[in-house]
């Protein structure tokens, strides 16, 4: 005897929903049963707020970070410092380090680091736009906050090669970030450390 299931299109969403990062088999269930027998509207409003958003957000043009114009809040800031500039590997990393208040220069996110494993080349990282700002915005110092770990340290050592033939003092914060875009779970104390206590590369 065939085994009854979910009707296709329930199905359907609940694969869908499988997809998002965090969410198991139980979980997408649960959503899309909710979705399917809530008597608000608030799955249409969920799926307005994501096509919204989708359409509202887009990288800033400077430095990488979540904007909904050309350049993102802080590159918009004219109070903030040009004269330093603060290489992260992801745009998320950017704010756990806005919270610490240690820093009021400006940001320049890689979208990821060097890894021949996942076949990450120095090409596919905002590498040739950094070199550009640096060129352009003259910072004083650029500070290398990137992981602690050995493909972090790699691209670090990659960009202090390539940067080294600019005026400019090249620094790292006194311990790497923790890898995998984990920023969350060093917290603020740590950060702002690592950020006053900034070594000479
Ligand atoms: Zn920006």
């Known amino acids: 005897m065939r085994r009854t299931e979910y009707p296709a299109v329930l199905r359907d969403l609940i694969a869908q929903l499988r997809q998002m990062p965090g969410v198991g088999p139980r979980s ?10 809530a008597r ?3 799955p249409e409003a969920i799926a307005r707020a994501i096509s919204a958003t989708r359409t509202a957000i887009r990288p800033c043009a400077l430095c990488g970070f979540f904007a909904t114009d050309d350049l993102c809040e ?9 004269e330093l500039l603060c290489v992260v ?4 990393d950017i704010l756990p380090l806005e919270k610490t208040s240690a820093f009021r220069g400006r940001y320049h996110s890689l979208g990821g680091r060097i890894s021949p494993l996942d ?9 040739a736009s950094l070199i550009e700002r640096v060129e ?34 090249l620094t790292r914060i006194a311990h790497g970030l923790p890898a995998g875009g984990g920023l969350e779970s060093a917290d603020e104390l740590t950060l702002y450390r690592a950020l006053s206590g900034r070594t000479k590369l």
């Open 28 to 37: 997408a269930e649960r959503i899309a049963l909710w979705m399917v027998q």
């Open 89 to 92: 590997e992801q745009p998320t």
């Open 40 to 42: 608000q509207e608030q």
């Open 119 to 127: 076949r990450v080349a120095p090409e596919d990282l905002r590498i």
């Open 136 to 169: 352009k915005e003259k910072p004083n110092e650029v500070i290398f906050a990137l992981a602690a770990d050995v493909e972090g340290e790699a691209t670090t050592n990659y960009l202090v090669e390539l940067l080294k033939r600019f005026p400019v003092n």
């Open 74 to 82: 802080i590159c918009a800031d004219d109070s903030r410092a040009k």
